[in-house]
């Protein structure tokens, strides 16, 4: 089967273009970077079959980071090139178009992003850029699907295009200036209000202002969303399921089946977060508790990667970033891993040095919760105010900055400036938004719930067994002798490295004072990666930079656990 | 002689005269259409050091300082 592979600048569409031509659901985001990886789909053109390669975006075919090297060993393997190229920047993405006609590859160019150019005045004559360069041009709206129906029916024609024989960058960049002469025209427009709201979001005198208050408002927007869908539809659909499965348990009967199944009874009636069995907070706790603040969270992440604004935010952030030897840059993975930290270290690919990546990699390991984790922790200290709440996140924002600071002092390796392309503020589209966010639960509902029913069991098992025992008395000097919890806390540390959600929630039975609550939860976060992520960090980051990443998780827990007990509770 | 595009007042537009700096830098740069001959104007300037956006073929693009040094202009009406 031949292989297409899409090839084209960072951020030009070329995900979309994926979606309309395979129907496999891949993320776009309106910023550099999102695809880190590649995806494979399938289609048939006419009557054959082919498969379609969608991969990250690259300046050129000489990769600067991860992600780039990705796209330029996917081209190696693709058949045929799609080349997907932003129409409203074309001198740019020529470049990269002139490399790839070098290879002598078949190629097809889609110029994408029509409509914009359209409405900001750049007329580009594509029949003459086809002549010029020797391969199919055709113009197309990946979002609405316009010219998709045109370029499926040309992919048989990409060929090999013209030899250009250009030796040097110098060369290309005039062959690139005849072209846009030839092909281009430009009318002027005047600046909009809307390019003045722009830019203004940009400068640290109104910028910083408006970060703080989308920021602000985003963060309201989950709770709002998060409580109001557990209040007058997930809570209401288990109080009609409490019946149920009490009488099911009551037909059960004590045993070891009611154990494993229903778990405890406190005076006789379930409690959907303590009974930690199978049927009642193996099911109560994804869909409850963390569910309706993933729904909340990833709906509002969708809107602010869509609109453009991360890439602004990362320009705002990069003098902090710098200080810890990452650059604004490093505000991506942040985000992604305050939804899941597994896209979180994923993302790190975009960041140019071993040194970047690393430091970016074990932040969000250590002081980045992920949202199952965030519901949890407000689930379980919400009822004590949110004076508590505050004290674990300023702790954790702390931790991300001081060990930041360190990193980037004791490691070898360079880290180099930001440079990183603005792109326009677009209006979300509803339809990829709604998507998008629906892609990422499913993604969660999928992860989360095997494993939930995996922690939950082996909980069961090990209290079965005595082990949970053993183990509490085997921690206690550390977990009670320098952290001042309950023996009992190190179970829920153990089921930490399956689920943090779950071992937050495991906490609730201790009866611990809030404080203790506070360590507990704090030293949960920083200690290790649920076992997901620690799978990708092996992948990312190789075996010995991994042991160096877990040593100082580790370390850290333990430092900043001590730490707050010493202020929180006293010697 | 140009001036380093760090140094250049907010809404001069100038014009890019040389990158000063390794092949790397060079490239890193042109890739992204900052070249000589274009046309710049600078769009924010982040303080403490922080990274400079500016402005060219319509289109911003966020480097850092030490970058933005060596991006000779000169100035133009
Ligand atoms: N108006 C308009 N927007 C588009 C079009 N195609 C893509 N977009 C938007 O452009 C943004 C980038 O799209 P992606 O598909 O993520 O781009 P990509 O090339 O895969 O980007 P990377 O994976 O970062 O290299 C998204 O916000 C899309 O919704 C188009 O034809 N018109
Ligand atoms: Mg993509």
Same mark, same amino acid.
């Given at each position: 089967?031949?292989?297409?592979?899409?090839?084209?600048?960072?951020?030009?569409?070329?995900?979309?273009?994926?979606?309309?031509?395979?129907?496999?659901?891949?993320?776009?985001?309106?910023?550099?970077?999102?695809?880190?990886?590649?995806?494979?789909?399938?289609?048939?053109?006419?009557?054959?079959?082919?498969? +379609?390669?969608?991969?990250?975006?690259? %300046?050129?075919?000489?990769?600067?980071?991860?992600?780039?090297?990705?796209?330029? *060993?996917?081209?190696?393997?693709?058949?045929?090139?799609?080349?997907?190229?932003?129409?409203?920047?074309?001198?740019?993405?020529?470049?990269?178009?002139?490399?790839?006609?070098?290879?002598?590859?078949?190629?097809?160019?889609?110029?994408?992003?029509?409509?914009?150019?359209?409405?900001?005045?750049?007329?580009?004559?594509?029949?003459?850029?086809?002549?010029?360069?020797?391969?199919?041009?055709?113009?197309?709206?990946?979002?609405?699907?316009?010219?998709?129906?045109?370029?499926?029916?040309?992919?048989?024609?990409?060929?090999?295009?013209?030899?250009?024989?250009?030796?040097?960058?110098?060369? /290309?960049?005039? /062959? !690139?200036?005849?072209?846009?002469?030839?092909?281009?025209?430009?009318?002027?427009?005047?600046?909009?209000?809307?390019?003045?709201?722009?830019?203004?979001?940009?400068?640290?005198?109104?910028?910083?202002?408006?970060?703080?208050?989308?920021?602000?408002?985003?963060?309201?927007?989950?709770?709002?969303?998060?409580?109001?869908?557990?209040?007058?539809?997930?809570?209401?659909? #288990?109080?009609?399921?409490?019946?149920?499965?009490?009488?099911?348990? *009551?037909?059960?009967?004590?045993?070891?089946?009611?154990?494993?199944?229903?778990?405890?009874? #406190?005076?006789?009636?379930?409690?959907?977060?303590?009974?930690?069995?199978?049927?009642?907070?193996?099911?109560?706790?994804?869909?409850?508790?963390?569910?309706? %603040?993933? +729904?909340?969270?990833?709906?509002?992440?969708?809107?602010?990667?869509?609109?453009?604004?991360?890439?602004?935010?990362?320009?705002?952030?990069?003098?902090?970033?710098?200080?810890?030897?990452?650059?604004?840059?490093?505000?991506?993975?942040?985000?992604?891993?305050?939804?899941?930290?597994?896209?979180?270290?994923?993302?790190?690919?975009?960041?140019?040095?071993?040194?970047?990546?690393?430091?970016?990699?074990?932040?969000?390991? !250590?002081?980045?919760?992920?949202?199952?984790?965030?519901?949890?922790?407000?689930?379980?200290?919400?009822?004590?105010?949110?004076?508590?709440?505050?004290?674990?996140?300023?702790?954790?924002?702390?931790?991300?900055?001081?060990?930041?600071?360190?990193?980037?002092?004791?490691?070898?390796?360079?880290? =180099?400036?930001?440079?990183?392309?603005?792109?326009?503020?677009?209006? =979300?589209?509803?339809?990829?938004?709604?998507?998008?966010?629906?892609?990422?639960?499913?993604? #969660?509902?999928?992860?989360?719930?095997?494993?939930?029913?995996?922690?939950?069991?082996?909980?069961?098992?090990? %209290?079965?067994?005595?082990?949970?025992?053993?183990?509490?008395?085997?921690?206690? =000097?550390?977990?009670?002798?320098?952290?001042?919890?309950?023996?009992?806390?190190?179970?829920?540390?153990?089921?930490?490295?399956?689920?943090?959600?779950?071992?937050?929630?495991?906490?609730? =039975?201790?009866?611990?004072?809030?404080?203790?609550?506070?360590?507990?939860?704090?030293?949960?976060?920083?200690?290790?990666?649920?076992?997901?992520?620690?799978?990708?960090?092996?992948?990312?980051?190789?075996?010995?930079?991994?042991?160096?990443?877990?040593?100082?998780?580790?370390?850290?827990?333990?430092?900043?656990?001590?730490?707050? /007990?010493?202020?929180?509770?006293?010697? | 002689?140009?001036?380093?595009?760090?140094?250049?007042?907010?809404?001069?537009?100038?014009?890019?005269?040389?990158?000063?700096?390794?092949?790397?830098?060079?490239?890193?740069?042109?890739?992204?259409?900052?070249?000589?001959?274009?046309?710049?104007?600078?769009?924010?300037?982040?303080?403490?050091?922080?990274?400079?956006?500016?402005?060219?073929?319509?289109?911003?693009?966020?480097?850092?300082?030490?970058?933005?040094?060596?991006?000779?202009?000169?100035?133009?009406?």
């Amino acid at each position: 089967m031949k292989k297409i592979v899409l090839m084209g600048n960072p951020n030009v569409g070329k995900s979309v273009v994926f979606s309309r031509l395979t129907g496999a659901r891949v993320v776009s985001s309106n910023y550099p970077g999102t695809t880190v990886d590649y995806t494979h789909g399938r289609t048939c053109l006419g009557e054959e079959p082919y498969e +379609i390669i969608d991969a990250p975006g690259t %300046y050129s075919l000489a990769p600067t980071c991860k992600a780039e090297e990705v796209a330029c *060993d996917m081209f190696s393997e693709g058949d045929v090139v799609l080349n997907v190229i932003d129409a409203t920047n074309l001198e740019r993405n020529l470049l990269l178009t002139l490399e790839l006609l070098e290879t002598g590859k078949p190629l097809i160019i889609a110029l994408n992003l029509w409509d914009e150019a359209k409405t900001t005045g750049i007329s580009i004559d594509y029949h003459a850029l086809s002549d010029l360069l020797g391969v199919p041009v055709i113009p197309t709206v990946a979002l609405s699907g316009e010219g998709i129906k045109e370029l499926v029916d040309n992919i048989g024609y990409a060929r090999p295009g013209t030899r250009l024989d250009l030796t040097c960058d110098e060369e /290309k960049w005039q /062959k !690139i200036g005849c072209i846009i002469k030839e092909v281009q025209k430009v009318r002027h427009r005047h600046p909009t209000p809307l390019d003045r709201l722009a830019t203004a979001s940009i400068r640290p005198v109104t910028g910083i202002p408006m970060a703080i208050g989308i920021l602000l408002l985003l963060f309201w927007m989950v709770r709002f969303i998060g409580e109001g869908l557990i209040t007058y539809i997930f809570n209401p659909l #288990f109080d009609l399921y409490l019946p149920v499965i009490t009488g099911f348990s *009551d037909w059960l009967g004590p045993g070891i089946l009611q154990e494993l199944l229903i778990g405890r009874l #406190f005076d006789g009636e379930i409690d959907f977060v303590q009974s930690l069995g199978l049927l009642t907070t193996g099911l109560y706790v994804p869909l409850a508790m963390v569910l309706p %603040y993933i +729904i909340a969270f990833y709906l509002m992440l969708a809107l602010l990667e869509d609109s453009g604004y991360l890439p602004r935010l990362s320009t705002l952030s990069d003098t902090v970033f710098h200080r810890i030897g990452l650059h604004g840059y490093g505000i991506v993975p942040l985000f992604l891993g305050l939804g899941c930290n597994v896209p979180g270290v994923l993302a790190t690919r975009n960041l140019e040095t071993r040194k970047q990546r690393f430091i970016a990699a074990t932040l969000v390991c !250590i002081s980045v919760p992920c949202m199952a984790q965030t519901a949890m922790i407000f689930g379980v200290l919400g009822p004590y105010g949110m004076g508590y709440i505050a004290i674990v996140f300023v702790t954790l924002l702390t931790v991300y900055l001081s060990t930041g600071l360190v990193l980037n002092r004791i490691m070898k390796g360079i880290s =180099p400036e930001i440079c990183l392309e603005i792109p326009p503020y677009r209006i =979300p589209e509803p339809g990829i938004i709604a998507k998008k966010t629906w892609m990422r639960i499913r993604a #969660f509902l999928i992860e989360a719930i095997p494993y939930l029913f995996l922690g939950v069991l082996m909980v069961n098992v090990l %209290y079965l067994v005595g082990f949970l025992d053993w183990i509490g008395a085997l921690f206690a =000097p550390v977990i009670s002798g320098l952290l001042g919890l309950p023996p009992d806390a190190a179970t829920a540390l153990l089921a930490g490295f399956l689920r943090k959600d779950l071992a937050v929630g495991m906490l609730l =039975p201790l009866g611990m004072t809030p404080q203790q609550l506070v360590i507990a939860i704090t030293v949960l976060t920083i200690y290790f990666p649920c076992v997901a992520t620690f799978a990708v960090l092996f992948r990312e980051l190789g075996i010995r930079d991994l042991a160096k990443a877990t040593a100082i998780m580790i370390g850290v827990s333990l430092l900043a656990g001590t730490l707050l /007990k010493l202020i929180l509770i006293g010697v | 002689m140009g001036i380093p595009i760090s140094e250049l007042p907010r809404h001069k537009t100038a014009r890019i005269i040389e990158l000063v700096g390794g092949h790397e830098f060079q490239r890193k740069l042109r890739n992204l259409g900052i070249r000589e001959g274009k046309i710049v104007r600078i769009l924010a300037d982040q303080p403490f050091g922080g990274p400079v956006v500016i402005e060219v073929d319509g289109r911003a693009t966020t480097i850092g300082r030490g970058m933005a040094r060596g991006v000779l202009v000169e100035p133009v009406e």
